[in-house]
């Protein structure tokens, strides 16, 4: 039996409360987030946030525009210390970490905007996706001379293989500006697939993207985490995508949760269609 199955994505409780697909019960979360909040000045822009995401789980954070999402995903990264509440990834704390601790932790994303080196080649952004773990790898080969050359061609052969995952891999040595926007979203996912997370957050990857684009990147998702064995969180507005392909989805609104639970909790939630549509008649 497939360990991704539809029967092993049926969400069941911690012993906390906190809901994870069934297969992930007996593993450590990959993100605990207790009582997240942020405030800017007089503003609060995220409060009392929290939610689990399970070691293999297809997560969504959904909400109206301006709800609070990206900033959340920016707590979790440490781009904002949180005014309030904690963070566990991995079962360790992320408080006082810089960004870059916290990505060596085991946490990548990709962004609203595409965040592309453009000028340099496809396979040289993938490689410095790879900045978590490779500085390591060439000073050990140099150390023990093994020499520079050989670790440099073991991080090219890694990087190719990503690429090649993605059928990027005959794009190689081209610019990554001058590639089609479909394929520099994907570029995007490789060069975070390439810090070797544990937990891989995607700032509403199908924007712009038609519907056979759409349909692509929900299978590469897929593909991403029955490779990689890893959780994804998913920014979307696309419902059809996050109704297709998320097992837990939580929901924002002015920065705080109003509802948690599966595809058929959400989508039949008065709270959230009013969230999204507003108010019906008198």
């Known amino acids: 039996m ?6 092993s994505s049926r969400l069941v409780p911690y012993p906390s409360g906190a809901l994870v697909p069934e297969r992930d019960l007996h593993a450590m979360p990959v993100l605990e987030a207790r009582h997240l909040g942020i405030d800017f000045g007089g503003l609060t822009a995220v409060d009392d946030f929290s939610v689990t995401v399970g070691a293999t789980e297809i997560a969504g954070l959904i909400g109206p525009n301006g709800a609070g999402k990206t900033t ?4 979790l990264t440490n781009v904002y210390q949180p005014t309030r509440g904690n963070i566990m990834l991995n079962g360790y704390s992320t408080a006082g970490k810089s960004t870059h601790q916290v990505s060596k932790m085991g946490i990548a994303r990709t962004f609203q905007n595409i965040r592309l080196f453009s000028n340099m080649s496809v396979l040289d952004n993938v490689k410095v996706g790879m900045h978590n773990h490779i500085n390591e790898n060439l000073l050990a080969a140099a150390f023990h001379g093994f020499g520079y050359g050989k670790a440099e061609k073991a991080a090219a052969d890694s990087a190719m293989e990503l690429l090649d995952f993605f059928h990027l891999a005959d794009l190689a040595k081209a610019p990554a500006g001058s590639l089609p926007y479909g ?12 810090s070797q997370p544990r937990l891989l957050l995607l700032d509403e990857p199908a924007a712009g993207m038609n519907p056979s684009e759409t349909h692509e990147l929900m299978e590469n998702i897929r593909r991403i ?29 002015y920065g705080r949760i109003i509802a948690k639970g599966s595809p058929e909790d959400i989508k039949s939630n008065p709270v959230v269609i009013e969230a999204y549509l507003g108010k019906q008649g008198g």
């Open 72 to 75: 959340v995903f920016n707590l």
């Open 183 to 194: 394929a520099q979203r994907r570029l995007e996912i490789v060069r975070a697939l390439a």
């Open 2 to 7: 497939n360990q991704y199955d539809k029967a």
């Open 225 to 253: 985490r029955d490779t990689f064995h890893i959780a994804i969180m998913l920014i979307e507005h696309d419902m059809s995508l996050v109704m297709g392909i998320c097992e837990g989805i939580c929901v924002l609104n």
